[in-house]
């Protein structure tokens, strides 16, 4: 029997959770992804609701800078037309937290409304109680301080950013960009969020952990890095081709062994994991802007097989590829013309790069 429920409703208004203490940089990445208008270039328009207690008082932020709020946060009907809630990080997770914040946080996930938190500010989610039993990342420098206080949460170090039944936390800094982009990939698919990431002169998105920024490399390993970087280029570049560790490692002048170490050192992530990491993207951007027929785009992103494609939709993105060119086909992919560049897809990743989901 066919399922023939209505997709979910793609988030479009999004309410940024303001009070003292918040990040002037997350605030600035949460502005840059939602508050600019790009309907020129094909993304939907969207609303930024600025929430706070009291909308008539901005909120400071660090570096002498301030935020003008334009919601009211003192009821719960200021959270009624928002699809997504979005927490900056917070400056200092030691820090008292207005207790209307956190009721606000509250009423807005027992409404169904999906919650995100910036770098620590998964530690307002915690006090708020939305991390009992869930799933969550921070700052790997904030990580244990997490763990230790909120033992309810299942605290996962190296993750850039994670999804737990309705509430997202990432990583410190540049993760909560990853974040931010991928929210916009998940509702309205992988064209639009590139588009978001060119205009910020970023990656769509990266594979990879926060261990890879941990680590503090040698100049030996810059050096491996850089024959990485070509490596990662070339196969991006020929995603059709048949890659094995071993033809990889080849191209690097590496063996086998030593290129899988590092590869994992340089990303975060297992050679072939990168691989069919890209090969999603391409698939995705194949789906939405052109008309081949399932079996070509597997063929033009490297799976091989329409089989193939679907088992990895199935595992990477809970959906089937038929469904998710159903529900983000752009309007004017309606020809094959731009197939050709589907095989440079996420050309950003190819200098480091990410699965969309960090587990």
Same mark, same amino acid.
């Given at each position: 029997?066919?399922?023939?429920? +209505?997709?979910?409703?793609?988030?479009?208004?999004?309410?940024?959770?303001?009070?003292? #203490?918040?990040?002037?940089?997350?605030?600035?990445?949460?502005?840059?992804?939602?508050? &600019?208008?790009?309907?020129?270039?094909?993304?939907?328009?969207?609303?930024? +609701?600025?929430?706070?207690?009291?909308?008539?008082?901005?909120?400071? +932020?660090?570096?002498? +800078?301030?935020?003008?709020?334009?919601?009211?946060?003192?009821?719960?009907?200021?959270?009624?037309?928002?699809?997504?809630?979005?927490?900056?990080?917070?400056?200092?997770?030691?820090?008292?937290?207005?207790?209307?914040?956190?009721?606000?946080?509250?009423?807005?996930?027992?409404?169904?409304?999906?919650?995100?938190?910036?770098?620590? #500010?998964?530690?307002?989610?915690?006090?708020?109680?939305?991390?009992?039993?869930?799933?969550?990342?921070?700052?790997?420098?904030?990580?244990?301080?997490?763990?230790?206080?909120?033992?309810?949460?299942?605290?996962?170090?190296?993750?850039?950013?994670?999804?737990?039944? #309705?509430?997202?936390?990432?990583? #410190?800094?540049?993760?909560?960009?990853?974040?931010?982009?991928?929210?916009?990939?998940?509702?309205?698919?992988?064209?639009?969020?590139?588009?978001?990431?060119?205009?910020?002169?970023?990656?769509?998105?990266?594979?990879?952990?926060?261990?890879?920024?941990?680590?503090?490399?040698?100049?030996?390993?810059?050096?491996?890095? %850089?024959?990485?970087? %070509?490596?990662?280029?070339?196969?991006?570049?020929?995603?059709?081709?048949?890659?094995?560790?071993?033809?990889?490692?080849?191209?690097?002048?590496?063996?086998?062994?030593?290129?899988?170490?590092?590869?994992?050192?340089? &990303?975060?992530?297992?050679?072939?994991?990168?691989?069919?990491?890209?090969?999603?993207?391409?698939?995705?951007?194949?789906?939405?802007?052109? %008309?081949?027929?399932?079996?070509?785009?597997?063929?033009?992103?490297?799976?091989?097989?329409?089989?193939?494609?679907?088992?990895?939709?199935?595992?990477?993105?809970? &959906? /089937?590829?038929?469904?998710?060119?159903?529900?983000?086909?752009?309007?004017?992919?309606?020809?094959?013309?731009?197939?050709? &560049?589907?095989?440079?897809?996420?050309?950003? /990743?190819?200098?480091?790069?990410?699965?969309?989901?960090?587990?």
């Amino acid at each position: 029997m066919t399922d023939r429920r +209505l997709p979910r409703p793609r988030p479009q208004r999004i309410a940024l959770l303001a009070f003292p #203490g918040i990040r002037a940089f997350d605030v600035a990445v949460i502005t840059e992804v939602w508050g &600019t208008d790009r309907r020129d270039r094909g993304v939907p328009p969207f609303t930024l +609701l600025r929430a706070a207690a009291d909308p008539a008082v901005p909120v400071p +932020l660090r570096g002498g +800078l301030s935020l003008s709020p334009d919601t009211p946060l003192d009821r719960l009907d200021a959270f009624t037309p928002a699809d997504l809630v979005v927490v900056p990080g917070i400056e200092d997770p030691d820090a008292d937290l207005p207790e209307p914040v956190l009721d606000a946080l509250r009423r807005a996930h027992a409404g169904g409304v999906p919650v995100a938190a910036l770098c620590a #500010g998964a530690f307002v989610l915690a006090r708020a109680g939305l991390l009992a039993g869930r799933r969550a990342v921070t700052h790997w420098h904030l990580a244990g301080t997490l763990a230790e206080r909120h033992p309810e949460t299942r605290v996962e170090p190296e993750a850039l950013f994670i999804e737990d039944t #309705g509430i997202w936390t990432s990583a #410190g800094t540049a993760a909560g960009i990853d974040l931010c982009l991928h929210l916009v990939r998940t509702a309205h698919g992988a064209e639009t969020a590139a588009t978001i990431a060119r205009s910020m002169v970023t990656a769509p998105f990266r594979t990879g952990t926060q261990a890879q920024f941990i680590e503090h490399p040698t100049p030996r390993a810059d050096r491996d890095a %850089d024959a990485l970087a %070509d490596v990662r280029a070339h196969a991006l570049a020929h995603l059709d081709a048949p890659h094995t560790v071993a033809s990889l490692a080849a191209r690097a002048g590496m063996s086998p062994r030593s290129f899988a170490r590092h590869f994992r050192a340089t &990303t975060g992530t297992t050679p072939l994991r990168w691989l069919v990491a890209q090969r999603v993207a391409a698939a995705r951007k194949l789906l939405e802007r052109t %008309d081949h027929p399932l079996p070509e785009v597997a063929r033009r992103a490297g799976f091989g097989s329409e089989v193939t494609l679907r088992q990895h939709f199935a595992a990477h993105l809970s &959906t /089937s590829p038929r469904d998710y060119r159903a529900a983000f086909r752009h309007p004017n992919g309606t020809t094959a013309s731009t197939a050709s &560049t589907a095989s440079t897809a996420s050309a950003g /990743s190819a200098t480091g790069g990410s699965s969309p989901i960090a587990r």
